[in-house]
């Protein structure tokens, strides 16, 4: 494998309860790109993205971090690839016994050796890029889903990943926030060289951010590529996906 | 019918068997880093500092009554200098180690079933794994420790609010000296009654930890496995714990023979 990609999967199988959601999925994604992953609802896309941090094993095929198998990485081999990457529930999972200020110091607070005051400044420095600085000492019941959404999306950022995978990153949100989060993610690509991966439905949002697109579709990718070449896919379903969410 | 019963048992058993392997896993992963030190502390302070108003306020009561009861009957025999040594024995041998189980079963096994069960359904136990944290050694490695912990300190405080409550019971009606009724209660008391009857409290621990844990850290179906978690934490810890005291009973009085006198 070649050091520019990032992930890749390699003819990834996975079914539950005898269901396949995914048959024979391969794809790469090359370092410092995005890839966005679309697809109707329950067409595999967060199985897909749970499946990159190991939380899901598939059934047959390879996956790809940093070129190394996850099949083949033990327990420690697996955290190490953990802390290089960032992951962003759908419903954003924060620990709901503890402040969303230190639901983001977190990770600093489990890996790192950084003092208490460099860690206040850094979670305030994340917190004030999702635009809740002011919000850190409120418990994440206290806050509104959108906002859970933007503390789970700093957790996520914290450590500083090399990767991060996002899911629906503007489900929750409204437009002007939802652009800002796009707007984020995108910077962290372009500034920090991030590799991201993103499943969404919203086909703005997958605009903005993605390099590549991929479309599920009955557990394969039916198409991937640029968002230009999806406009003019020869696949009916995924020119009819994108010209139903394309004006929004 | 015969052989849906055999299966029902064989299930029970089946369930048992997991559970047991849960738990000693659990111990086995105990010994290795990290040692989750500051989480062990913070559990051991919600499932012991905060259950000690409940067990303090039950053994007192239940001091009180067995106290009430026995006067009534060792009065018939002009025997009522031996109700301070009665109640000690029976608190500190054999009362005092199952109510704090039982109590304990209720308040923190129920507790534990639900918050897991709740971190299990809204994802945050997947988000500690993604965290590069051992989800099941930051969550139930330290949950089953502390119970081990808090069970023995909490038994004992038991056995002692339970005798202040005899003796305030008795100072009602009699004029006993506060002195006067510790020694005669513990007149009968040695270490051969007191360790292995809060010593077995280690193992109830244990099974209170490991059992809520299990049924919590796999809860499935939304908020009603939650609910179910919790509910049966409470019902096959408290079972668990009756059933296992008659064999460590038995045990006890096999290794500790002062301890059946």
Redesign the interface.
């Known amino acids: 494998m070649t050091v520019d990609v990032a992930i890749r999967f390699d003819r990834v199988c996975k079914s539950f309860n005898g269901v396949k959601v995914l048959d024979e999925v391969s794809f790469d994604v090359p370092r410092h790109t995005a890839l966005c992953i679309l697809g109707r609802s329950g067409t595999g896309k967060s199985v897909t993205l749970?499946q990159m941090?190991?939380?899901i094993q598939p059934d047959t095929g390879s996956i790809f971090i940093n070129g190394e198998n996850l099949a083949q990485v033990d327990?420690r081999g697996l955290?190490?690839l953990?802390?290089q990457?960032g992951?962003l529930?759908q419903?954003s999972?924060?620990?709901?016994s503890i402040s969303v200020g230190e639901n983001v110091a977190?990770?600093l607070r489990?890996?790192t050796r950084l003092g208490e005051a460099e860690i206040t400044r850094k979670v305030g420095e994340l917190l004030n890029q999702v635009g809740l600085e002011q919000h850190r000492r409120k418990m994440p019941s206290e806050i509104s889903g959108g906002m859970q959404k933007r503390v789970g999306l700093a957790?996520a950022m914290a450590m500083d990943p090399s990767i991060l995978l996002v899911d629906e990153p503007s489900s929750g949100l409204d437009p002007v926030t939802a652009v800002e989060i796009d707007n984020l993610l995108a910077d962290l690509k372009r500034q920090r060289g991030t590799t991201l991966v993103v499943v969404t439905h919203n086909i703005p949002s997958a605009k903005r951010i993605g390099d590549t697109l991929a479309f599920l579709h009955n557990g394969r990718i039916l198409e991937s590529g640029t968002p230009e070449q999806f406009e003019n896919s020869r696949h009916e379903l995924v020119r009819s996906f994108m010209s139903v969410q394309g004006g929004t | 019918m015969f052989s849906s019963i055999r299966s029902l048992i064989a299930n029970a058993f089946s369930w048992i068997g997991d559970v047991a392997r849960f738990g000693c896993r659990g111990l086995l992963r105990a010994l290795y880093p990290p040692f989750e030190i500051l989480e062990i502390g913070r559990q051991v302070f919600e499932v012991g500092y905060r259950s000690i108003p409940l067990i303090a306020a039950a053994g007192f009561a239940v001091g009180a009554v067995m106290s009430m009861h026995t006067r009534a009957s060792l009065e018939r025999f002009g025997a009522e200098s031996l109700i301070p040594m009665g109640l000690g024995m029976a608190m500190i041998k054999e009362t005092g180690p199952l109510v704090t189980a039982l109590l304990f079963s209720g308040r923190v096994g129920a507790g534990i079933g639900a918050e897991l069960g709740?971190m299990r359904v809204?994802?945050?136990i997947?988000?500690l794994?993604?965290?590069?944290?051992?989800s099941f050694k930051h969550l139930v490695v330290t949950r089953i420790l502390a119970c081990m912990i808090a069970l023995p300190l909490l038994t004992t405080m038991m056995n002692f609010t339970g005798i202040v409550g005899g003796f305030v019971a008795e100072t009602v009606i009699s004029d006993m000296s506060f002195n006067l009724y510790f020694d005669r209660a513990l007149s009968a008391i040695d270490f051969d009654d007191y360790i292995p009857a809060t010593g077995k409290t280690v193992l109830f621990g244990f099974i209170i930890g490991t059992v809520s844990s299990y049924l919590g850290y796999y809860t499935r179906g939304g908020t009603a496995g939650v609910g179910q978690a919790s509910t049966k934490s409470v019902v096959f810890s408290s079972i668990l714990v009756i059933l296992t005291n008659v064999i460590v009973v038995k045990a006890i009085f096999f290794f500790f023979p002062g301890a059946a006198q």
Do not use: C, M, W
């Open positions: 749970r941090i190991g939380l327990s955290n190490r953990r802390k990457i992951f529930f419903y999972a924060l620990f709901d977190f990770p489990r890996h957790r | 709740a809204t994802e945050q997947d988000a794994e993604s965290l590069a944290v051992d």
